[in-house]
């Protein structure tokens, strides 16, 4: 077990982050919000020349058989960029979900022809895995809603967990509601008598665990960005007739900021190497805060620009504080810890 | 050499000594054989092999004597890697066996009343008088002085060129004449440090380290390893300052409440975090890639240290206090005594082998690139600098 990362998975992110510096900057991704969230050309090139969509799958169903810590490192790099493309919707937790049925669809998946949801809110967590749902299923065919599903609004196939089974459903109405991440939507999932098919048994808790494992990652990949831009923009800066960064109230800022973002990179590595449901609480207890606590200082510190509408630092502070709430919020998983790490709470 | 080879020697080596015989006899032969500190160089109490393989000496020889970590700490942490950074072949012979050993313990004579974190502004005068130097001077903070039989020391051998450049580093004969250690008491009671006068100290040339006027150079040595040696041991998970606040949880349950355990929860989460990022640093090290997240370690082991101490006295709802009776400590013990003790103690750790003010500047400007603010000191003579 290591926290450092391969030459495999650097070679990985500099072809993920090559691709998205020239066809997703922030402008861009600014620029599409508003319409059509989504960049399904740059989801094409990312699943089909670089093949992100099949890492998790195995190579016999037409997957590239990799490891949960190659996958990180393209979360990491979609994060920096907060790229509007479903890779963590359908590529990771929708895929999770539909490995252990060996399911044909994981080769449509592997391929990116094909993406899918999973029709789980994104507020649920592996302590309360039916958060936001009330499907049910009777004679085969599903009737319910679940809130707040996002990539549902993308996915060709909607992947829905009922009393430890999952199906695939058809006629379910995705309605997009008003989302903070403008740049991941979520929608309400209605489905009233729709026809399932039964793909095989789901352990929703462990697919939401293992999602949580790599969400940090991507939170991770926000707070890096976060960081590295306020760093440009105060030796950028001049105020008083010196750079705002050389003054010592905003060193110190910087310097907790980045001793912050240290130890998420440790944590996120960790909860790959070792995805035990200690490690994913700790990384999610302190990525996801580190995420909105590092998008809250680079708003602060570029001062009145932080502030416009122009200026992408809101994507990325859209995009931590919606991630702070996915899968389990910080407290949820310190919550956890109480059993798992053997502090228990008062008799 | 691998982690095969090396238990192959310790191996060896335990079927040659006895750990139930003499415990200064059995430490030398360890020094000599190599495996005191592995990654030092042959006949230096090492075998010139990766760092890493440290610890599987140290889990092999686990139920043997050991050295003393505490009261050698600044010998080992500090000293040991500035001579042999930086000192002569028969200084390294003369000072590393019986220091590892703990046959001499050594301090650290750096800070002084009017150059704490401004370190290069010290005033500690040498000058050469033939084969000698004389030194006369005052330093302050000084642990462990009231041991040590030698001392790092920082004095100014040039008063006319700009601070950085005037200054020689010495190792310092702490029973030679004019030595004076006077103890200062502390806030938790007890005295772990001193106020050392030096007057008129002649202290041969062969126990300069580096050359005349190089002096802040080979103090950077002395630094950066005195912040690694304070917060980048390697600690189990709940272990460090941690430790002792979850055995008081476990043993009193009948304190807790809902916000003191949401506030722990918190606490052990920062301090899981920071034992991986310690892990993640030594497995940089090892693959050869030093990263710059030693430069934080120091800080996040001083904030954290301060929350839980300060966390486990309102745990405990103990206003009292062990013992205020003034002593002087045989080492420091930062877990040692009760939770008052600690959360006294642990303030010094913002402190001690710099602030952490300083810390933050060190990772703004060395790490994160950003502009130092503007100097007014750099380029003026330290005669010329208003003290």
Redesign the interface.
């Known amino acids: 077990m290591?926290?450092?990362y391969s030459e495999v998975e650097e070679e990985l992110r500099a072809a993920v982050r090559g691709l998205l510096a020239d066809r997703c900057p922030p402008a861009a991704v600014l620029k599409r919000i508003e319409s059509d969230p989504y960049d399904l050309d740059l989801w094409k090139t990312l699943a089909g020349e670089i093949g992100v969509a099949g890492l998790l799958i195995p190579e016999e169903l037409g997957g590239a058989g990799a490891s949960a810590s190659e996958v990180a490192v393209v979360l990491e790099e979609l994060g920096r960029a907060v790229a509007p493309v479903p890779f963590f919707t359908s590529s990771v937790l929708a895929t999770q979900a539909l490995l252990p049925t060996g399911d044909a669809l994981l080769g449509e998946l592997a391929e990116g022809r094909t993406t899918a949801a999973l029709a789980v809110s994104f507020a649920a967590s592996p302590y309360r895995p039916l958060r936001g749902s009330s499907v049910r299923i009777e004679d085969g065919r599903l009737s319910g809603t679940v809130t707040g599903v996002a990539g549902a609004d993308v996915a060709d196939v909607l992947l829905v967990p009922v009393d430890g089974d999952l199906y695939t459903a058809e006629g379910a109405a995705v309605e997009l509601v008003p989302s903070l991440d403008l740049t991941r939507p979520v929608a309400t999932v209605t489905f009233e008598r729709a026809r399932a098919r039964r793909v095989g048994a789901c352990d929703l808790a462990a697919v939401l665990r293992s999602g949580a494992a790599l969400l940090a990652s991507e939170q991770l990949g926000v707070a890096e960005w976060c960081l590295e831009s306020t760093?440009a923009y105060?030796?950028e800066r001049h105020q008083f007739a010196?750079?705002v960064?050389?003054?010592?109230a905003?060193?110190?800022r910087?310097?907790?900021l980045?001793?912050d973002v240290?130890?998420?990179?440790?944590?996120a590595?960790?909860a790959v190497a070792d995805p035990s449901p200690l490690s994913v609480a700790?990384a999610q207890?302190?990525n996801a805060a580190v995420a909105v606590h590092a998008a809250e200082e680079a708003l602060q510190l570029h001062g009145g620009i932080g502030m416009t509408w122009e200026h992408p630092v809101h994507l990325y502070l859209k995009r931590a504080k919606a991630a702070e709430i996915a899968l389990g919020t910080p407290?949820d998983h310190?919550?956890a810890?109480?059993s798992l790490?053997?502090?228990?709470?008062?008799? | 050499m691998n982690e095969a080879e090396i238990k192959e020697r310790v191996a060896a080596f335990l079927g040659e000594h006895d750990p139930g015989g003499d415990r200064l006899a059995f430490l030398r032969a360890r020094f000599d054989a190599g495996l005191a500190w592995v990654w030092f160089p042959e006949g230096l109490g090492g075998l010139g092999v990766a760092r890493e393989l440290q610890q599987v000496v140290e889990r092999e020889l686990s139920g043997t004597p050991q050295i003393n970590t505490g009261v050698q700490g600044i010998g080992l942490g500090m000293a040991a890697p500035t001579i042999l950074a930086f000192g002569t072949e028969e200084q390294k012979r003369r000072f590393l066996r019986p220091l590892w050993t703990g046959e001499e313990i050594w301090c650290q004579l750096f800070s002084e009343p009017g150059a704490g974190s401004d370190l290069a502004t010290l005033a500690t005068r040498a000058v050469r008088d033939g084969d000698e130097w004389v030194v006369d001077g005052q330093k302050v903070w000084t642990s462990g002085a009231h041991h040590a039989r030698w001392g790092i020391l920082v004095t100014r051998t040039d008063p006319d060129v700009p601070k950085h450049r005037g200054m020689t580093y010495f190792v310092c004969d702490m029973h030679a004449p004019g030595v004076e250690v006077r103890p200062l008491r502390q806030i938790t009671g007890e005295a772990e440090f001193n106020e050392v006068f030096l007057t008129g100290v002649r202290l041969p040339d062969d126990l300069r380290l580096g050359e005349v006027g190089d002096g802040w150079r080979v103090a950077q040595t002395t630094l950066m390893n005195e912040r690694v040696a304070i917060g980048g041991a390697p600690v189990r998970r709940g272990g460090g300052m941690v430790g002792p606040v979850l055995d008081a949880w476990h043993a009193h349950p009948e304190l807790r409440t809902h916000d003191l355990h949401q506030r722990l929860l918190a606490l052990w989460v920062e301090a899981e975090v920071t034992r991986l990022s310690g892990t993640r640093l030594r497995e940089q090290l090892a693959a050869g890639h030093p990263g710059p997240e030693g430069s934080g370690m120091k800080l996040s082991f001083a904030k954290l240290n301060q929350a839980l101490s300060g966390f486990e006295v309102e745990f405990q709802r103990d206003l009292g206090y062990d013992d205020w009776a003034f002593r002087r400590s045989e080492d420091v013990d930062f877990y040692g005594r009760g939770p008052g003790y600690r959360y006294l103690r642990a303030k010094g750790n913002s402190i001690e082998g710099g602030t952490s003010e300083i810390l933050r500047n060190i990772i703004a400007e060395r790490v994160l690139g950003l502009p130092s603010e503007p100097r007014v000191d750099k380029d003026v003579p330290w005669k010329d600098l208003p003290r």
């Open positions: 290591t926290l450092l760093l105060v030796k010196r750079p960064g050389s003054f010592q905003i060193k110190h910087l310097a907790d980045w001793l240290v130890r998420a990179r440790a944590a590595r960790n700790v207890s302190w407290g310190r919550e810890l109480s790490a053997g502090v228990p709470g008062p008799e």
